[in-house]
C-alpha cells in the first residue's frame, strides 16, 4: 500500500469556481503534513503546511483529519493560474524522509 | 540565487554510461534528500543526508547508484551503468537543521538514457 493516495484527476473547472482535493495517508504516526504544487516540468514548491486545527491561506485552506488519515486542500475562486499538479505531502521519521502523493491534476478553464 | 541550485539541468546518456548528479544545498541547511520523479507520479524517496551522514537509503537506490556528501555541503549522485529505466528527473531539497520542517526543492536534473 503507497504511503499517500491522492485522486490524479484530472479536474477540469470553470475559473471563480471552488474545489476541493483529498489525499489519505497509510501511517498514523505521520507527523507533519503539506500540501505541494508543481508545474510542468517544474520542481515541487510548497503551497502550505496543513495544521490540526485547520489553516487557510487566502482562497486556500487545508484540513487535517488524524482519525480518518487523510488532508484536504479547498481552492475557492480559482484562477487560470491554479492550473498544476498538486502533491500531497507526508512526513514521519522526525524529517528523514517525505512522502509524496502522486499528485492531483487541476486545470482551471475560462 | 540563494535556492537549491543542481547541475546539470539535462543530460542526455547512452545506456551503460556513468553520469553523476551535483546539488548545492541552501546555504546552512544541514538536510539533504535525493528524489526522482517520473512523468505522472510523485517524488520518490532516494537518499537522505544529515550533515554529511547519509542516514537513509531507498530499496529503490540499487548498487547502481550512490550518493554522497564528503564534506556536509553540496552533494553528488552517480548512476552507474546507466539502464532506459533511470530515465527521470532527479530532484535535490534540502531543509533548515530547526525550524520550519520543509523542504525546498532544486529545479532538478533531466535524465534521458538512450
Known amino acids: 500500500r503507497k504511503e499517500v493516495e491522492q485522486d490524479p484527476g484530472p479536474f477540469n473547472v470553470p475559473e471563480g469556481a471552488t474545489v476541493a482535493f483529498n489525499c489519505t495517508y497509510s501511517?498514523?504516526?505521520?507527523?507533519?503534513f503539506f500540501w505541494y504544487r508543481q508545474d510542468c516540468r517544474k520542481e515541487p514548491k510548497l503551497l502550505m503546511s496543513?495544521?490540526?486545527s485547520g489553516n487557510e491561506d487566502g482562497r486556500f485552506t487545508a484540513q487535517l483529519n488524524r482519525a480518518s488519515q487523510y488532508i484536504s486542500l479547498l481552492i475557492r475562486d480559482s484562477k487560470l493560474s491554479d492550473s498544476a499538479t498538486y502533491l500531497c505531502v507526508v512526513n514521519k521519521d522526525n524529517f528523514n524522509k517525505f512522502y509524496f502523493g502522486s499528485g492531483t491534476k487541476l486545470n482551471v478553464k475560462p | 540565487d540563494t535556492g537549491v541550485s543542481q547541475d546539470p539541468r539535462h543530460k542526455i546518456t547512452k545506456r551503460g554510461q556513468n553520469v553523476t548528479f551535483r546539488c548545492d544545498p541552501i546555504?546552512?541547511?544541514?538536510?539533504l534528500y535525493w528524489y526522482r520523479q517520473t512523468l505522472g507520479q510523485g517524488p520518490e524517496f532516494l537518499t537522505y543526508?544529515?550533515?554529511?551522514?547519509?542516514?537513509?537509503k531507498s530499496r529503490l537506490l540499487s548498487d547502481r547508484f550512490s550518493a554522497e556528501r564528503p564534506k556536509g555541503s553540496f552533494s553528488t549522485l552517480e548512476i552507474q551503468r546507466t539502464e532506459q529505466g533511470d530515465s527521470a528527473m532527479y530532484l535535490c531539497?534540502?531543509?533548515?537543521?530547526?525550524?520550519?520542517?520543509?523542504?525546498?526543492f532544486g529545479e532538478g536534473s533531466w535524465l534521458t538514457v538512450v
Open positions: 546555504s546552512e541547511h544541514n538536510r
Open positions: 531539497a534540502s531543509s533548515p537543521p530547526k525550524g520550519r520542517n520543509t523542504i525546498y
Open positions: 496543513v495544521y490540526s
Open positions: 543526508f544529515q550533515n554529511e551522514a547519509q542516514l537513509e
Open positions: 501511517n498514523s504516526a505521520s507527523q507533519s
